[in-house]
């Protein structure tokens, strides 16, 4: 790639997330998740200090399915990971792809100055990577 080819994770990241209180049961999230057809869960900071958590469908499923757990008792904060690891909208994505392999993560939320401004999967990138972002969007429109 060339640096007129230079793609980065502004172009290809998504809005396809929740923002959701570490209070929330999973049942009452996951609910808000299903109605606004998003992949992710970004769990609120308590304060300045504090760090945001990011809860995936496959934590609901390793961390209350799988055990038996009650979705309208267990809380958000209990299955969520945090820290979480984020990138910066004006990353390169072939290097975001490349942390993505390194820590072994599928999702990543996009902070810019310190707030999240949207989500990249893998799934963004290797369409993005593959010359197929156009008609991934045009299929999700319709």
Same mark, same amino acid.
């Given at each position: 790639?060339?640096?007129?080819?230079?793609?980065?994770?502004?172009?290809?990241?998504?809005?396809?997330?929740?923002?959701?209180?570490?209070?929330?049961?999973?049942? !009452?999230?996951?609910?808000?998740?299903?109605?606004?057809?998003?992949?992710?869960?970004?769990?609120?900071?308590?304060?300045?200090?504090?760090?945001?958590?990011? #809860?995936?469908?496959?934590?609901? #499923?390793?961390?209350?399915?799988?055990?038996?757990?009650?979705?309208?008792?267990?809380? =958000?904060?209990?299955?969520?990971?945090?820290?979480?690891?984020?990138?910066?909208?004006?990353?390169? =994505?072939?290097?975001?792809?490349?942390?993505?392999?390194? @820590?072994?993560?599928? #999702?990543?939320?996009?902070? !810019?100055?310190?707030?999240? #401004?949207?989500?990249?999967?893998?799934?963004?990138?290797?369409?993005?990577?593959?010359?197929?972002?156009?008609?991934? @969007?045009?299929?999700?429109?319709?």
């Amino acid at each position: 790639m060339s640096d007129k080819n230079v793609v980065t994770v502004r172009e290809v990241m998504n809005q396809r997330y929740i923002r959701v209180s570490g209070m929330d049961t999973v049942a !009452e999230a996951f609910l808000r998740m299903r109605e606004a057809d998003a992949r992710c869960m970004i769990v609120e900071r308590r304060d300045e200090n504090d760090e945001y958590g990011l #809860v995936l469908h496959t934590d609901i #499923v390793r961390k209350v399915i799988g055990p038996d757990r009650s979705p309208e008792r267990v809380r =958000i904060y209990e299955i969520m990971s945090k820290p979480m690891l984020s990138v910066h909208p004006g990353m390169n =994505i072939r290097y975001a792809s490349r942390l993505f392999e390194r @820590f072994r993560i599928r #999702v990543a939320p996009v902070v !810019e100055a310190g707030e999240v #401004v949207g989500i990249v999967t893998d799934l963004d990138i290797v369409m993005q990577g593959l010359g197929l972002a156009g008609a991934a @969007f045009q299929e999700r429109s319709s």
